[in-house]
Nanobody
Framework: QVQLVESGGGLVQPGGSLRLSCQAS????????MGWYRRDPGKERELVAR?????????NYADSVKGRFTISKDDAENTVYLQMNSHEPEDTAVYYC?????????????WGQGTQVTVSS
């Protein structure tokens, strides 16, 4: 089992910045990808950013956050970060940390409890 603890959400003005953190614990040796998803009420959950260590390491961003958000990972601290800049009202959502272990054919997803990000003046 993997436990994910998120922090860093809150209220931010348009154009402002926030940084989310997600620390993994438990059976972390099998994790091969970590990332952030978000869900706004009435909308489907969407991938925001993800780091994968399968093959050559890769980073993926949703088109809506490219150039504004940056995902990074501290392996020593088992923590993944999401630096969010130039916030837009459309970024308002609950953000969830995700970790994937298992195999590519039978992945196992773990989720954090979610942290609210509200962009408003």
């Amino acid at each position: 089992q993997v436990q994910l603890v998120e922090s860093g959400g809150g209220l931010v003005q348009p154009g402002g910045s926030l940084r989310l953190s997600c620390q993994a614990s438990g059976s972390i040796s099998g994790i091969y990808a970590m990332g952030w998803y978000r869900r706004d009420p009435g909308k489907e959950r969407e991938l925001v950013a993800r780091i994968s260590s399968v093959g050559s390491s890769s980073i993926n961003y949703a088109d809506s956050v490219k150039g504004r958000f940056t995902i990074s990972k501290d392996d020593a601290e088992n923590t993944v970060y999401l630096q969010m800049n130039s916030h837009e009202p459309e970024d308002t959502a609950v953000y969830y940390c995700n970790a994937v272990s298992g195999t590519l054919y039978q992945p196992v997803d773990y989720w954090g409890q979610g942290t609210q990000v509200t962009v408003s003046s």
